[in-house]
């Protein structure tokens, strides 16, 4: 072998090597610089406020039967006539009024022993429900009180809520990044370190949980249906990014 190919066969190996050593990158144990690897701690955190509900929607209706569906049907506008209005008289206002639900079905007889083909219907069922927005809650059992005494046979729920939620939810946020910053305090002081700048802060969720506890009211104004308001909760949630120091 003379000078020349060694010197070619030297050169390809010390190619090769380099190539290698940019494809298997840098090898275990060398350290990178603080500016390649951030010290960071990532947590979350929950705010929550409780406030005291100040409106309500009711989802009320009438139920009526009749031989015929036009019967069935006359009856209930007859009564539907009589509940809408009552809503207007407890101070309801006609844009908080909605109907959810609109139906009219065959009741059918029982099938008898020996009975050939199928039932018979006897008699049709109509059901109008509405929602209703109440959003002066001390005339809310003087209003269920007026409905009952109208005609509705169907109340079916009763649910409260809050006119302007942004005051208490807002509070609920400061609340969450506090949180934040307590669990990441706790985190750095365990790893002996400090909580540095805010690098990130994502919200996950705002969502109002109504009602967490059932609280007598105090209805002076309508004596006959004892209502309870309870407290809502409204939470916020968040992921925030500290720097560690």
């Known amino acids: 072998m003379n000078i020349r190919e060694v010197a070619i066969g030297s ?14 990158g840098p090898r275990p144990g060398v350290s990178s610089s603080p500016e390649q690897l951030p010290r960071l701690v ?8 409780k406030v005291r509900p100040d409106m309500a929607s009711v989802s009320t ?20 006539e009589a509940v809408l209005k009552s809503l207007k008289d407890a101070g ?6 909605q109907t959810s639900n609109f139906s009219v079905q065959p009741i059918y007889g029982a099938m008898q022993p020996g009975q050939v083909g199928a039932p018979k219907i ?32 169907q109340i079916n729920s009763v649910s409260f809520d809050v006119k302007d939620p942004a005051t208490a939810t807002n ?9 934040a910053r307590a669990k990441a305090e706790l985190y750095a002081g365990a790893a002996d370190a400090s909580v540095g700048a805010v690098m990130q802060i994502s919200e996950v969720s705002v969502s109002p949980i109504m009602p967490v506890s059932y609280r007598m009211a105090e209805m002076s104004a309508a004596p006959s249906v004892p209502i309870a308001a309870g407290q809502s909760t409204l939470s916020a949630t968040v992921t925030v990014t500290f720097e560690l120091r």
């Open 11 to 24: 050169g390809m190996v010390i190619a090769a090597a380099l190539a290698a050593s940019v494809l298997m």
């Open 42 to 49: 990532t947590v979350s955190g929950l705010g929550e406020v």
């Open 61 to 80: 209706g009438v139920t009526t039967d009749g031989p015929t569906a036009r019967a069935a049907l006359a009856r209930n506008n007859t009564a539907m």
């Open 92 to 97: 309801v206002d006609s844009d908080d009024i």
């Open 122 to 153: 006897v008699s049709y069922q109509v059901s109008n429900q509405v929602t209703a927005k109440v959003r002066n809650i001390a005339k809310l059992g003087a209003t269920l009180d007026a409905l009952v005494q109208a005609g509705s046979n």
């Open 171 to 179: 509070e609920a946020r400061k609340k969450a990044i506090a949180d």
